[in-house]
C-alpha cells in the first residue's frame, strides 16, 4: 500500500486537506493542478466511470481554489471580471462563468458563488486568477478585498450523491436546488454546500471551511456512503468529454474566445455594466469567428486512455485544427472527442482525418455534448 510520503513533486506544490486519505484509500497517481496534487488513479479509469455513473464517487477537488472578493464594491468588481450579466444573481445562487481578457481571450472558466450580498467566491479551473483579480483590484478604484481563503472543495458526484447527502444531513439537504449553495455543518465541521460539480451527473461539492477537519470530513462521508455503494475516485475523463465540458489549458486557453466554444449565452454586450474584453468580443462577434469547437468520433480502435498531445486534423490533406481532449466512452462504445477547427470542417457530418499518435484514422464532425445534451441529470429534482 501507498504511503503519503511515496509521492512528490517538491514542498512548491501544496497538498490538500484530504491528500493523506486519499492515499490511505488508494490514490495510485497524482497531477498537478492551481500548483497542488489532484488525485488522478484510483485504478482502473474505467470503473471509476462506471462508479459514477452508476452509483457515486468521492472526489479531492481543492485544486479549485476559491478566490475571495468581499467589500463594498464587491458586486461591481465581480461583474467587471466577467462577460455574463450577473445583476440578477442572488445571494445563495451560482453561475458557471468566464474570465476574460482586454483581447476576449478566456483566462477560466470557473463557478462564481454567492454567499452574501458582498461575499463572492471564483471556485477556479487551473489558472493563477488571484494574481490577475488582485492586479485588477489595484487599478480599479474600487473598495474590494481579494484573498485566497481556507476552502476546499469535495465533489460527491454520481446518482447516489442525493442519498448520501441526505444520510449526511437528513432530509432538508435535499431541496437544494441545482446551481444554488447552503451553509451546513456537519458535527461541527463548517461547509459550504452547492448543488454543482465537473461530471455532468447529479453531485454535489462540499467546500471545507477549516483545512485541519480534512481527515475527518473525508472519513465522515466515505462512512455515510458505504450503504449507498459510495467510492473514492477522481474526474472522469470519460464523463466529462461526453458531457462536453471544458478542461482549461486543453479545450480552451488565452487564445480562446466564447465565441468558438459556443459560449455565446456567457456573454452579454448590452448590458451598461463594463467588464475586460467588452470592446474585443463585440467586435469578435461583428467579424466573426474563423474556427469553432466540434465534437468528433474516431473510427479506430478503443482508445486505451486520453490522448496526451493535441492531435492534428486534417481535412483533405491541409491541417484545419486539432483535437484537444479524446477517449473512449465504454456507454457509448465510440472514441469521442473535442476539436477546436476552421469552419469548413466545423459543418456536422463532414468527415476528416485526425493524425494520432498510431497514424491517421477517419473521423465524424457530430452533435456536442455526445451524452444527455440537455443537463437532465444534473439539474434533476
Known amino acids: ?17 484530504y491528500f493523506d486519505a486519499t492515499v490511505r484509500w488508494g490514490a495510485k497517481a497524482f497531477s498537478v493542478y492551481n500548483h497542488m496534487y489532484i488525485p488522478r488513479d484510483f485504478g482502473d479509469p474505467e470503473q471509476n466511470f462506471w462508479n459514477l455513473v452508476n452509483d457515486a464517487i468521492l472526489c479531492d477537488v481543492a485544486v479549485e481554489r476559491q478566490v475571495e472578493i468581499t467589500g463594498p464594491d464587491a458586486a461591481q468588481f465581480v461583474q467587471m471580471l466577467t462577460p455574463r450579466d450577473l445583476s440578477k444573481m442572488a445571494v445563495g445562487q451560482c453561475k458557471y462563468v468566464l474570465i476574460t481578457n482586454a483581447e476576449g481571450g478566456i483566462l477560466n472558466d470557473p463557478i462564481l458563488l454567492r454567499l452574501a450580498e458582498n461575499h463572492f467566491w471564483i471556485s477556479l479551473a487551473d489558472s493563477d486568477i488571484l494574481l490577475w483579480a488582485q492586479g485588477l483590484a489595484v487599478h480599479s478604484g474600487l473598495d474590494v478585498r481579494v484573498c485566497e481563503p481556507d476552502v476546499s472543495p469535495l465533489q460527491l458526484q454520481g446518482p447516489k450523491s442525493g442519498e448520501v447527502m441526505r444520510a449526511l444531513f437528513g432530509d432538508s439537504i435535499m431541496d437544494l436546488r441545482y446551481y444554488w449553495l447552503r451553509e451546513v455543518e456537519l458535527d461541527g465541521i463548517p461547509l459550504i454546500v452547492s448543488r454543482t460539480g465537473w461530471s455532468s451527473e447529479l453531485g454535489y461539492e462540499l467546500y471545507l471551511q477549516d483545512g485541519s477537519k480534512g481527515d475527518e470530513l473525508w472519513e465522515k462521508i466515505m462512512a455515510a456512503g ?48 463594463n467588464f475586460v474584453g467588452k470592446q474585443a468580443l463585440r467586435r469578435i462577434k461583428e467579424e466573426g469567428v474563423t474556427r469553432k469547437q ?6 479506430c480502435e478503443a482508445l486505451r486512455g486520453p490522448n496526451t498531445t493535441f492531435w492534428p486534423v486534417q481535412l483533405n490533406g491541409e491541417k484545419v485544427g486539432q483535437v484537444t481532449s ?33 497514424g491517421l484514422v477517419r473521423a465524424s464532425v457530430v452533435e456536442r455534448p455526445f451524452y444527455d445534451p440537455k443537463k437532465t441529470l444534473a439539474a434533476a429534482a
Open 226 to 273: 458505504e450503504p449507498f455503494g459510495l467510492k473514492p475516485g477522481h474526474t472522469s475523463s470519460i464523463r466529462r468529454i461526453e458531457g462536453g465540458m471544458l478542461s482549461y489549458h486543453a479545450d480552451a486557453d488565452i487564445y480562446t474566445n466564447p465565441y468558438e466554444l459556443g459560449l455565446d449565452r456567457l456573454v452579454n454586450l448590452d448590458m451598461e455594466a
Open 294 to 299: 466540434v465534437g468528433l468520433v474516431l473510427d
Open 1 to 17: 500500500m501507498a504511503q503519503a510520503e511515496d509521492f512528490g513533486f517538491g514542498t512548491q506544490i501544496r497538498k490538500s486537506p
Open 326 to 358: 479524446a477517449v473512449y466512452s465504454p456507454r457509448l462504445q465510440q472514441n469521442i472527442a473535442l476539436a477546436m477547427v476552421s469552419l469548413e470542417a466545423a459543418q456536422i457530418g463532414t468527415t476528416v482525418e485526425v493524425a494520432t499518435a498510431w
